[in-house]
C-alpha cells in the first residue's frame, strides 16, 4: 500500500525546487538585449567607436528601447532599475545629435554634485571620438570657476538645479540652444526639494525642445511633470535586470558593532584586495576610521560632502591614477566615484535606503567587469538586509570568516543601531492612558519648562490654552553672531 503523498495524483509535477537568484549570478539575458548590437540602434561610427572603446558589446534592455526612440526626437518617459544603464540610453543619443558648433545644447539634470561630475565622466568617455564635451556646474563651487569652465566646449552641460539657475542668473549661461534637457533621477529631485527649479527651467528653456525624463520609479507627481511639459511621451518600462547586481559578487558578514572596526582591518590585511572603497553613512566615521586604517599602515583617504571642493578633487585624482588602496567615503560622495579599477566595495555601515546600497555597489563592476561587495551587517540589521534583497530580487549570501575571533562587548559600549540615525523619532499618540513618566527626562525640555504658580487664573483671551506665562524659562540660550554683535 502506498503513502498518499506519493501518489501520481499528488505528487509534484517536478521534484526540483525552483532556482535561488544569487546576488552577482543574474542572467545575461535579463540585463542585455541579446538580440540587438549598438549598432543597430543608429549612432554613428564615432559615437560607436566610444562605446567599443568603453567596452560594452551589447545594449541592456533600457537603451535598446530608450536610445531609438530619443533618435526620433520623441519626448521620452522612461523607467529603469538602478544600475541598469540609464545614462548611456540617454548620453549616447546627445552625443550623436548634439553639432559641435553651439554651446548649451543639452542640459541633463541631477540631485546631487556627485552624480553631475559621474554623468559628465561618463558622458565625456563615449564621446572621446567626437568633437562633444559635458561640463559640470554644481553647489558648493566657485560660481567664477565654473563660469570660466563654461566659456570652452561645452555643448552639454550637466547640472543640480538650483546652481543651473544661479549661473543663468547671472547671465552667464543662457537657454537659446538649448534642444535638449533630460531629467536624471527625476524621483530624487523631486524628493529633496527641486520641484520650483525644475519647472522654471523647463519654462524658460524653448517650447521646441526634447525633453527625456529617466527615473527609477514613476510617481503620479512625474506623471503629471510630464503632461504639463512634454509633448506626447513615450513611456518605456522595461523591468529587466540591474546591469551592477548581475556583475557583483555580493556577500554580507555578521558583526557586533564594536568589532567592525577590527573587521575591516582583518579584511584589509588579510584579503588584500586591489582597490577598495569602504562606504559609511556619516562623515565622522569616515575621518575616524580612516584614521585607525592609517595607524594599522593601510594606504587610505577619506573624501566627504565638508571636504573642500579642491581636496575632494585632489583625493580622486589620487584614486583615478592608482596612488592609493582604500578611499573611506560618505554616503553623499559615493556617486561621484567612477573608476574602472575598483575591484572591492565595503559596505561598513548598511545604508538604510536599498537605493544607496545599488550606487554603492555599482562604483566596482565598471565597464562590464567583475567585482566584489562586502556588507557589515549587525545584529539589528536584518530588516535592512532584507530590504536590500527585495530591491535586486536576490539573495545576498553570508561570508564566514572563520579566523575571525570576535571580541567581548566592551564595558559602557552604546550601540548606533540602537536607535534610528539622525535622532529620535516621534511616536503617535497612544490611545490608552497615558504611560508613566521615565524617571530620566531630557534635560533639554527640562530647562525650558515655564513654571506656572497655583495662583494663575485660565484666561483663554489672554493667552492659547488659558495658561499665562508669569515668569522667562530657569534658562535661556545665547549665541553670538558673527562681528561680535549679540
Known amino acids: ?108 539634470l541631477c540631485p546631487t554634485r556627485e552624480l553631475a561630475i559621474q554623468i559628465t565622466a561618463e558622458i565625456n568617455d563615449l564621446a572621446k571620438f567626437t568633437p562633444i564635451r559635458a561640463v559640470t556646474v554644481f553647489g558648493g563651487q566657485a560660481v567664477q570657476a565654473q563660469a570660466r569652465k563654461l566659456q570652452g566646449a561645452s555643448q552639454i552641460i550637466v547640472a543640480t538645479p538650483g546652481r543651473l539657475m544661479d549661473l543663468h542668473e547671472r547671465g552667464m549661461l543662457h537657454f537659446n540652444n538649448v534642444r535638449f534637457v533630460v531629467l536624471d533621477e527625476v524621483d530624487r529631485m523631486l524628493d529633496i526639494g527641486f520641484r520650483d527649479d525644475i519647472r522654471k527651467i523647463l519654462e524658460k528653456t524653448p517650447d521646441t525642445r526634447q525633453t527625456i525624463v529617466v527615473s527609477a520609479t514613476i510617481s503620479d507627481e512625474i506623471e503629471r511633470l510630464a503632461r504639463r511639459y512634454m509633448k506626447d511621451p513615450e513611456k518605456i518600462v522595461t523591468a529587466a535586470g540591474s546591469l551592477t547586481v548581475s556583475l557583483v559578487e555580493q556577500h554580507y558578514l555578521t558583526v557586533d558593532p564594536w568589532d567592525k572596526e577590527r573587521l575591516l582591518v582583518h579584511l584589509l590585511t588579510h584579503e588584500e584586495p586591489a582597490l577598495t572603497i569602504v562606504f559609511c ?163 533639554l525640555a527640562a530647562s525650558v519648562r515655564v513654571e506656572v504658580p497655583p495662583s494663575a487664573q485660565a484666561d483663554p483671551s489672554k493667552f492659547p490654552g488659558g495658561i499665562v506665562p508669569t515668569s522667562l524659562p530657569p534658562k535661556r540660550m545665547f549665541g553670538k553672531l558673527k562681528g561680535g554683535r549679540r
Not at 560622495?333 to 573608476?339: K, L, M, Q, T, W
Open 1 to 108: 500500500m502506498h503513502d498518499q503523498h506519493d501518489t501520481p495524483e499528488t505528487a509534484p509535477s517536478d521534484p526540483t525546487p525552483p532556482p535561488t537568484n544569487i546576488a552577482g549570478h543574474t542572467p545575461a539575458s535579463d540585463i542585455f538585449s541579446g538580440e540587438r548590437s549598438f549598432a543597430e540602434l543608429g549612432l554613428r561610427s564615432s559615437v560607436l567607436k566610444g562605446v567599443e572603446d568603453a567596452g560594452f558589446k551589447n545594449p541592456t534592455h533600457i537603451q535598446a528601447q530608450l536610445i531609438p526612440a530619443i533618435l526620433r526626437s520623441k519626448d521620452v518617459l522612461g523607467q529603469a532599475k538602478t544600475g541598469s544603464g540609464k545614462t548611456a540610453s540617454f548620453g549616447l543619443p546627445l552625443i550623436h545629435m548634439c553639432s559641435k558648433d553651439a554651446q548649451f545644447q543639452a542640459i541633463v
Open 281 to 443: 553613512k556619516l562623515k565622522r566615521t569616515v575621518d575616524k576610521l580612516a584614521k585607525r586604517l592609517q595607524a594599522a599602515k593601510i594606504d587610505v583617504h577619506a573624501i566627504h560632502g565638508d571636504m573642500p571642493q579642491g581636496k575632494r578633487n585632489k583625493v580622486m585624482e589620487h584614486l583615478r591614477s592608482g596612488k592609493l588602496a582604500v578611499l573611506v567615503a560618505s554616503d553623499l560622495a559615493s556617486r561621484g566615484i567612477d573608476v574602472d579599477d575598483i575591484s572591492h566595495v565595503i559596505n561598513y555601515d548598511l545604508p538604510e535606503d536599498p537605493e544607496v546600497y545599488v550606487h554603492r555597489i555599482g562604483r566596482t563592476a565598471r565597464a562590464g567587469r567583475k567585482g566584489v561587495a562586502w556588507s557589515f551587517v549587525t545584529p539589528g540589521q536584518g530588516k535592512l538586509l532584507s530590504q536590500v534583497e527585495d530591491l535586486i530580487n536576490a539573495v545576498v549570501p553570508k561570508l564566514e570568516y572563520p579566523d575571525f575571533t570576535p571580541s567581548p562587548r566592551p564595558e559602557g559600549f552604546r550601540d548606533p543601531d540602537s536607535r534610528p540615525e539622525g535622532g529620535l523619532r516621534l511616536a503617535s499618540a497612544p490611545s490608552g492612558p497615558a504611560p508613566t513618566p521615565p524617571e530620566k527626562v531630557n534635560r
